[in-house]
């Protein structure tokens, strides 16, 4: 069963806007990531954060994680229309270190 | 590099063929992981691999086999196709877990 939910499932902004979505698990987790999927590619990795880190910044994306409320947010700051994909967030449970995907953000972002 | 390559990009399958679908990487991960992905579900673990030799089930197992006989390669077979399994399927390596996965451009299966 998939662990991650994102929150929204769907997004549209202008170019510009900062883009944030949301995901939450249920069960305790080792490490969370952060993917991006453009339309009809492979998935490509954004970020990973430990379940002992609370933020996490690389260039425009900002990586944020509530062990105790069970989720996490990803924020693009100053959108691009290139930013235009699905975001997905992979957990793992207890002892397994291979992550679970949720169903993904849809983000659109429109120049 | 390479990174991770699939291949064929595209199969139609009757109901009852069998197929393999061929994965390599030649970063030499030691993990490897098979994902199908379908409309609003998102990335469903089918095998994973530690290393040569090892591989366990993931959440949908059924009607897929893989074998790890080297670290570059990673197949899956389809042994019975049914129209269910029709759906993307990714490939993916990684160094280490956790860690950073690397996919393959996928594979589009269709099975009528």
């Known amino acids: 069963s998939q662990q991650g939910e994102e929150d929204p499932q769907a997004l549209s902004i202008q170019e510009g806007e900062n883009a944030t979505m949301n995901c939450s698990y249920k069960t305790s987790i080792n490490n969370l990531q952060w993917y991006r999927q453009n339309s009809g590619r492979g998935l490509v990795h954004l970020i990973l954060?430990?379940?002992?880190?609370r933020e996490k910044h690389s260039g425009r994306l900002r990586v944020t994680l509530d062990t105790s409320k069970k989720s996490s947010s990803l924020l693009i700051t100053a959108s691009r229309a290139a930013d235009t994909a699905s975001y997905f967030c992979a957990t793992d449970e207890g002892g397994s270190y291979i992550p679970t995907f949720g169903r993904g953000t849809s983000l659109i972002v429109h120049p | 590099n390479a990174g991770v390559t699939q291949t064929p990009k595209f199969q139609v399958l009757k109901t009852g063929q069998s197929m393999t679908l061929q994965c390599a990487q030649d970063m030499n991960h030691e993990y490897m992981s098979w994902y199908r992905q379908d409309p609003g579900m998102g990335l469903r673990l089918i095998h994973y691999?530690?290393?040569?030799?090892?591989?366990d089930q993931g959440e949908v197992p059924n009607g897929y086999n893989v074998s790890r006989s080297t670290t570059e390669d990673f197949p899956l077979r389809l042994l019975s196709a049914a129209p269910s399994q029709t759906s993307v399927y990714f490939c993916?390596?990684?160094?280490?877990?956790?860690?950073?996965?690397?996919f393959g451009p996928g594979t589009r299966l269709t099975v009528t």
């Open positions: 993916a390596s990684s160094l280490r877990q956790p860690g950073e996965q690397y």
């Open positions: 954060i430990r379940s002992n880190e």
């Open positions: 691999s530690v290393g040569a030799g090892i591989t």
